[in-house]
Nanobody
């Protein structure tokens, strides 16, 4: 059974940075294409960034140049470095496979960007 646990969220001022982590259980993490997703209050969950099992990244336009997705297969961990944060980045951030599997959603980690 694969599980993903997100961490690293918090309260940050506009223009600040956060680094999210996604720890995966199991030994097959390296074969998954992975993604970071987010859901703001009253909005649908949306894809933010993906990374293939070969570590090729892709981003939605709203975060290009500000966010960096990476992975460390030896540690079964994926990261999301978020710089130049904006209030509209505030959301609960989740990791999952790409495309997402419904039974792999975790609790997420809250990111709040506010002065």
């Amino acid at each position: 059974q694969v599980q993903f646990v997100e961490s690293g969220g918090g309260l940050v001022q506009p223009g600040g940075s956060l680094r999210l982590s996604c720890a995966a259980s199991g030994s097959i993490f390296r074969i998954f294409h992975m993604g970071w997703y987010r859901q703001a209050p009253g909005k649908q969950r949306e894809l933010v960034a993906t990374i293939t099992n070969g570590a090729n990244p892709n981003y939605v336009d709203s975060v290009k140049g500000r966010f960096t997705i990476s992975r460390d297969n030896a540690k079964n961990t994926m990261y999301l470095q978020m710089n130049s944060l904006k209030p509209e980045d505030s959301a609960v951030y989740y990791c999952n496979t790409s495309p997402a599997m419904s039974n792999y959603w975790g609790q997420g980690t809250q990111v709040t960007v506010s002065s």
